[in-house]
Nanobody, 123 residues
Framework: QVQLVESGGGSVQAGGSLRLSCAASGYIIGSYCMAWFRQPPGKGREGIANMDSDGSTTYADAVKDRFSISQDSAKNTLYLQMNDLEPGDTAMYYC?????????????????WGQGTQVTVSS
């Protein structure tokens, strides 16, 4: 079964860190562009980081220098290391697999999604 399962969310104070995981099954994550998205309460879904099949990465300005995307091929798992968290980072976080046409941060270019994991940052 092809699926993505996120974990690692939780509640932290501002300045803290979390590492999100996205376990993939049914395919090899290194063969696709993978990305992390987030959806704050009452707002739309935004792409924050991606990793292409060649290992290149792209970050949204809002998280650049604080967040880091990586993957472990042996575990077939995608990660998002989040440091120096801010209340504005509070959101549901999703990982996603691209439909295979380039590697972007636009949600419409991704066709497989996980169920999400909640991150709450208090001041």
């Amino acid at each position: 079964q092809v699926q993505l399962v996120e974990s690692g969310g939780g509640s932290v104070q501002a300045g803290g860190s979390l590492r999100l995981s996205c376990a993939a099954s049914g395919y090899i994550i290194g063969s696709y562009c993978m990305a992390w998205f987030r959806q704050p309460p009452g707002k739309g879904r935004e792409g924050i980081a991606n990793m292409d099949s060649d290992g290149s990465t792209t970050y949204a300005d809002a998280v650049k220098d604080r967040f880091s995307i990586s993957q472990d091929s042996a575990k077939n798992t995608l990660y998002l290391q989040m440091n120096d968290l801010e209340p504005g980072d509070t959101a549901m976080y999703y990982c996603a697999r691209s439909v295979g046409r380039g590697c972007y941060l636009d949600s419409w270019t991704f066709g497989l999604w996980g169920q999400g994991t909640q991150v709450t940052v208090s001041s």
